[in-house]
């Protein structure tokens, strides 16, 4: 049976409506990053997320070809994540789409590594005739986070945001969205098959302990 992240991390992917805590240890990526609005029908970001799609499922696909991967084992290609930094942010509302800095990842198998990953970009540029190269490898460990599960359109995030907020506070906490800590989604469902209303998103968002007044 292939090797399911989501089922295997579920305190990781299957979180509920309810806000709660979450320490998210270190984990391995595929990623491009860019900047600009994610909703412009042929803008960066929808190539970036074909780049990133393109080089999982070649190393997925692997074990149909003549390229024995070492340490490769038969896994569920992990759902799209993205981290998200809004330079002009009002408040849990984004004016300018266009100013949006997004990092989109793909969660990678312990046995991908730099030399998988350049074999990836090329076998994927070799079949699809394009350039792989903005696909990265990075490392991310994000600690301490505050999480739910969001239900609908991704402009009616802002509730579910305000809810974490609200929870992270009670707990003593408060967001800390400095340097590279930043909001994290991830999307649970395929907004080209399913409805705005039901589409289900994590929204992660680092925390640390709220400062005392003096």
């Known amino acids: 049976m ?3 992240f989501k089922k295997e991390f579920k305190e990781y992917y299957a979180p509920g409506k309810k806000p709660t805590l979450v320490t998210i ?4 990526f595929l990623a491009v990053t860019g900047r600009g609005d994610p909703n412009e029908p042929d803008g960066d970001y929808k190539s970036a997320i074909a780049l ?3 080089v999982a499922y070649t190393i997925k696909m692997s074990k149909f070809g003549k390229t024995h991967l070492p340490g490769y084992f038969d896994y569920v290609v992990p759902p799209l994540e993205g981290f998200w930094r809004a330079p002009t942010a009002t408040g849990l509302f ?3 789409k266009s100013s949006l800095e997004w990092r989109s990842v793909i969660r990678a198998p312990e046995f991908v590594d730099a030399n998988v990953l350049r074999w990836a970009r090329e076998e ?3 079949k699809k005739d394009g350039d792989f190269a903005r696909v990265e490898l990075i490392t991310l460990e994000e600690g ?3 999480q739910a599960l969001h239900v609908g359109s991704y402009d009616d995030e802002p509730t579910t945001i305000a809810a974490i907020r609200e929870f992270a506070q009670a707990q003593g906490y ?3 969205l400095d340097g590279e800590r930043r909001h994290h989604e991830i999307y649970l469902s395929d907004p080209r098959r399913v409805a705005p209303e039901k589409l289900k998103t994590i929204i992660r968002i680092p925390i640390r302990p709220a400062r005392r007044a003096s």
């Open 174 to 176: 408060a967001f800390d």
């Open 2 to 4: 292939a090797f399911d």
């Open 94 to 96: 984004v004016e300018d």
């Open 52 to 54: 990133l799609y393109g």
């Open 124 to 126: 994927a540029a070799r």
């Open 144 to 146: 301490l986070c505050a």
């Open 25 to 28: 240890p270190s984990a391995t």
